[in-house]
């Protein structure tokens, strides 16, 4: 089945393993989940991610959940852009998440990345979510 918005399917792909407490999630593999799953990795809100190809051509995406104490390392994870409304932020205008504990991973012209990078990098761009 084709998935129009890969972001906003594995979003709920990851809270639902959550609360199952599953080790690993899977799904379709995309260039753009990879770039999304490198952020949450460097930020520390997963273990880490691997890019399994299959024969027929298609690839899939394993992302190991993180833990501490039997409760989840995210708290919250929630679609900011959709296809139907995008959100645009320029660099004066980036959200803080709950005073920089979380993240808004933004896609910019430089590639996908958290705010505090773009706030670096000094570009705005697409907040594609935020993590908690």
Known sequence: MAVNDPIGDMIPRIRNAQMRN???VSMPGSKQRERVAEVLKVEGFIRGYASVAHANGRSELEIELKYFDGTPVIREIARVSKPGRRVYAS???LPRINNGLGVAIV?????VMADH???????????LCTVF
Do not use: C, L, Q, Y
């Open 22 to 24: 599953k080790p690993k």
């Open 91 to 93: 660099v004066k205008t």
């Open 107 to 111: 896609s910019t012209p430089k590639g």
């Open 117 to 127: 990078a773009a706030r670096d990098a000094n570009v705005g761009g697409e907040i």
